[in-house]
């Protein structure tokens, strides 16, 4: 059963940066694409960026341009660089991926970022 458990999120100062991760754990076969999204309080879960397992991007336009979406496939983590944060950046952030058995997601990181 494979796992993902999201780290790096924190406290940020508007225009900071922080780096986000997502690895996977368990008995991995292979992990398709995977992404990144966010929900903020008293909003929907929303796409951020998302990335193919032959590195193909895709990204949220209220994130192009500052977010960079990466993944090792040998250490089956995939990561979120986030640059120039502003307060509307403020949520929790999810990553999600595809496997055999479907669509798994982690537990979430808050990230909150103060102007």
């Known amino acids: 059963q494979v796992q993902l458990v999201e780290s790096g999120g924190g406290l940020v100062q508007a225009g900071g940066s922080l780096r986000l991760s997502c690895a996977a754990s368990?008995?991995?076969?292979?992990?398709?694409?995977m992404g990144w999204y966010r929900q903020a309080p008293g909003k929907q879960r929303e796409l951020v960026a998302t990335i193919t397992s032959g590195g193909s991007t895709n990204y949220a336009d209220s994130v192009k341009g500052r977010f960079t979406i990466s993944r090792d496939n040998a250490k089956n983590t995939m990561y979120l660089r986030m640059n120039s944060l502003k307060p509307e950046d403020t949520a929790v952030y999810y990553c999600?991926?595809?496997?055999?058995?479907?669509?798994?997601w982690g537990q979430g990181t808050q990230v909150t970022v103060s102007s």
């Open positions: 999600n991926a595809e496997v055999a058995r479907g669509v798994i």
């Open positions: 368990g008995t991995i076969f292979r992990i398709n694409a």
